[in-house]
């Protein structure tokens, strides 16, 4: 006769809670719902019932007086004062699994491509802090298949590097390059805050079919309420600390942590904090560490490689995010307008970027070859308007005279057509090749 285990029925007995206590909407002001009659704590998850039926996903964001601040990560449409709130219980989590490759889905982890559904377990939003003495150092290159970057900005497998670009010079095909041709074994890719037309043109034409089948791909657009963009970041962090469990090497990109600052400012200023700089709140500061730092290596195997984009206006690099993002990444590439103009693309103005770890990663050949190509691109850049001009004459500096040799093998170095893919072999051979006749 089979015996019947009933322990596990007592333990789901136990974590039923018989009595709902809902609180009620009272006050909404902007995107902020204020309600009351319930407790919850900071970063609950709650659900507001708004007229109609139809049930809105919201979270505490704060407390003021006896009421606690909430913002609706959908549309707040419907819902008014007296609305019922129910919360969850619980912490913020999103759905995982392997099936999730090849998907795309949006700040809540439901997909939105017509798929399907995709079942899976709970992982926590926030993800559980690593101690720093048992992260990996970060020892092996990870090629990312573009030439410049890997000859001149090589990146490390747990490395986390900014894109610094402003509008129009390729950073979206530079991203969807980098899908395509890396090595990482899978890219968990997060759209935020981009507009709705540029999501299917990112997917379609930049990431194509090649890049989607290795691909998780995060959307959140611009008309989304802003706790959904910043929901959106955790979202996309935590499915690839997912992976990363799983002992892969995966490929983090975040299009664009300007927007999700641009989002936890709204949420700061919808609750009261004070602006700083350029409107900025205290909290965007804060929050900045905690999502970048997640990224990385690991204690074990598996590690998150972050490419995260950051906008700058008219390459101006002191941007509150753009410099508060440099203080935290290990590294940071510039995309250039002036380079775009010339028809050089992927637009990296190698002279303003840089890999923090580079030099731990790359052997002492590879390390000296590309000081070299820095050296003669810097001296060029130096003496450009004097060459341009023709009050240079040949002979007088023998440094400058071998730039200007150099310079068209340079440029040619640098660009990249977009079906060309340079694996980490092809871009040493070409460094290689560049200097071979100059030491003959």
Request: hydrophobic share 40%; with cysteine.
């Amino acid at each position: 006769m089979e015996t019947v285990t009933i322990e596990r029925y007592i333990d789901s007995l136990e974590s039923i809670d018989p009595m709902r206590v809902y609180g009620r909407v009272v006050e909404i002001t902007g995107v902020i719902l204020k309600a009351t009659g319930m407790k919850a704590s900071i970063g609950e998850a709650c659900k507001v019932y708004s007229e109609g039926g139809s049930i809105v996903d919201a979270e505490v964001v704060g407390f003021k007086d006896d009421k606690a601040l909430l913002m609706a990560v959908g549309d707040i449409q419907g819902i008014k004062s007296g609305s019922r709130v129910l919360p969850v219980g619980r912490k913020l989590s999103v759905n995982v699994s392997p099936h999730l490759v090849g998907r795309v889905i949006d700040a809540l982890g439901n997909p939105i491509d017509g798929k399907g559904r995709i079942n899976g377990q709970a992982y926590p939003l926030f993800g559980n802090h690593i101690n720093p003495l048992e992260r990996q150092r970060i020892s092996e290159p990870m090629d990312l298949g573009i030439r410049a970057i890997n000859g001149l900005l090589t990146c490390g497998k747990g490395q986390r590097v900014g894109i610094m670009a402003g509008t129009g010079v390729g950073k979206s095909v530079l991203l969807g390059m980098i899908a395509r041709y890396t090595e990482a074994t899978v890219n968990v890719i997060g759209l935020i805050g981009e507009r709705s037309r540029e999501v299917r043109e990112f997917i379609e034409r930049d990431l194509g079919e090649e890049g989607l089948r290795k691909s998780v791909v995060i959307v959140c657009t611009a008309q989304e309420p802003p706790l959904a963009k910043v929901r959106a970041a955790f979202t996309t962090t935590a499915i690839a600390e997912y992976f990363r469990d799983q002992g892969m090497d995966v490929l983090l990109m975040m299009d664009s942590l300007t927007r999700v600052s641009m989002a936890q400012r709204e949420v700061g200023l919808a609750i009261g904090e004070p602006p700083t700089t350029k409107g900025y709140t205290p909290s965007v500061f804060t929050l900045m560490p905690r999502l970048l730092e997640r990224a990385g290596t690991s204690s074990d195997k598996g590690s998150i490689t972050g490419l995260y984009t950051v906008l700058v206006e008219g390459d101006d690099l002191t941007d509150p995010v753009a410099d508060a993002s440099m203080s935290v990444l290990d590294g940071h590439i510039v995309l250039s307008r002036d380079l775009a103009m010339e028809g050089v693309y992927p637009a990296i103005d190698i002279l303003r970027s840089v890999s923090r770890v580079m030099l731990d990663i790359v052997d002492d050949r590879h390390r000296e070859l590309a000081m070299m190509f820095i050296e003669n691109l810097s001296t060029y850049k130096k003496y450009e308007d004097l060459i341009s001009i023709g009050a240079y004459k040949e002979g007088t500096n023998p440094k400058v005279d071998r730039a200007m040799k150099m310079i068209d093998r340079l440029r040619s170095y640098l660009k990249q057509g977009i079906n060309d893919r340079r694996d980490m072999g092809d871009s040493l051979q070409g460094l290689y090749l560049l200097f071979e006749a100059e030491e003959l």
